[in-house]
């Protein structure tokens, strides 16, 4: 069973970064994807990323970075020059379609972490 948890959230002041994580069992995935949900909004496609293939949404705008460590089969996402627009709760689940922004090809999903910027 497909099973993850997020950590690293916080509340920042707008030009920050933070570094989120994701761990936990994924068996039968191939790929790991960062998602998004700010209150009353849809949840969100930020990054992917599989074995050898990173793949990001628009909110990233080339501030996010994703990146696993097979070893320790955990992703992160450093987050940069963060703006009150990228508050939300940020979520990881695990899937096995290559590029796939949709979440509902990923599974497992945590409870997520609350990420808030203020100006």
């Known amino acids: 069973q497909v099973q993850l948890a997020e950590s690293g959230g916080g509340s920042v002041q707008s030009g920050a970064s933070l570094r989120l994580s994701c761990a936990g069992r994924?068996?039968?995935?191939?790929?790991r994807g960062w998602f998004r949900q700010a209150p009353g909004g849809e949840r969100e496609f930020v990054a992917g990323?599989?074995?050898?293939?990173?793949w990001y949404g628009s909110s990233a705008g080339g501030r996010f970075t994703i990146s696993r460590d097979t070893a320790e089969n955990t992703v992160s996402l450093q987050m940069n020059n963060l703006r009150p627009e990228d508050t939300a709760v940020y979520y990881c689940?695990?899937?096995?379609?290559?590029?796939?922004?949709?979440?509902?090809?990923?599974?497992?999903w945590g409870q997520g972490t609350q990420v808030t910027v203020s100006s």
């Open positions: 689940a695990a899937g096995r379609k290559m590029f796939s922004t949709d979440a509902g090809d990923y599974r497992g």
């Open positions: 994924t068996p039968g995935t191939l790929i």
């Open positions: 990323v599989s074995v050898s293939d990173t």
